[in-house]
């Protein structure tokens, strides 16, 4: 049973433009949602996170929404550019008994056309 | 370079052999936490320790246990591995607390197992 969920394997923007990426979760109790971005032979790389209790956070040019009732959150980054392709996967934390574990996605390729 | 180091970076075995990967978190990181991915999955939570004690056991194989040392350094070691068990396996190492979100991970260990 999937909690985090990207719907879109893959996305491809021409540079310059807008890239959205989806992501939905089904549990509750999740208090954060991070979003993590990985090139090919790397680890995951932290881009951006928002609490629970926030409706969007902004850092450059990715700005993350929540929309709780929903339980749907999406990343935005504008413009986009072509180092920007990579595979970006969605994280939702819980916290309890002194640990804060991170449920993801399985991810979704972006691809940005010079 | 997020800080954390992982050894080896490939590995190649045959069924029923026992593997054991090394992390070393960030300087001054209590916690390690141990991922699994495998083809076209996300990133699957498997064990998370805090200045050498278990805190969270996620989808963790009997077959599969970790262990965390005094020097923080982390080791997970699998046995009787079988052919599913071919994945990348990160290690991401954090501060602990309610108002850290992020965990940065290593470049991760790549086992196949013929």
């Known amino acids: 049973d999937q909690q985090v969920k990207q719907n879109s394997p893959s996305l491809s923007v021409q540079e310059g433009r807008i890239s959205i990426l989806n992501c939905d979760y089904t549990n509750s109790m999740f208090d954060y ?24 956070n902004e850092d450059g040019r990715f700005t993350v929404f929540l929309n709780k009732s ?19 996967f969605c994280a939702a934390r819980t916290s309890g008994a002194g640990s804060y574990q991170l ?7 972006l691809s940005v056309i010079p | 370079d ?3 180091t ?13 593997v054991t990967l090394r992390c070393s978190p ?14 076209d999955q996300g990133l699957q939570f498997l064990i998370h320790y805090y200045n050498g004690e278990e805190r969270a056991k996620g989808n963790i194989l009997e077959r599969f ?24 396996y990160f290690c991401a190492s954090s501060r602990t607390g309610p108002l850290v979100n992020e965990q940065f991970f290593g470049p991760g260990t790549r086992l196949t197992v013929l």
């Open chain 1, 33 to 56: 949602f991070l979003w993590y971005k990985k090139y090919p032979a790397e680890g995951p790389t932290f881009l951006i996170s928002i609490s629970s209790i926030k409706d969007k």
């Open chain 1, 70 to 88: 929903a339980k749907h959150l999406s990343l935005h980054i504008v413009p986009s550019q072509p180092g920007d392709s990579a595979v970006y």
């Open chain 1, 103 to 109: 449920t993801f996605g399985k991810g979704t390729k």
């Open chain 2, 2 to 4: 997020s800080g954390v």
């Open chain 2, 6 to 18: 992982q050894t080896p970076k490939h590995l190649i075995t045959a069924t029923g052999q026992r």
């Open chain 2, 26 to 39: 960030r300087s001054g990181d209590l916690s390690v936490y141990w991922y699994q991915q495998s083809l």
């Open chain 2, 65 to 88: 246990s970790a262990q965390q040392f005094p020097d923080l350094h982390s080791e997970l070691n699998l046995s009787s591995l079988e052919l599913g068990d071919s994945a990348l």
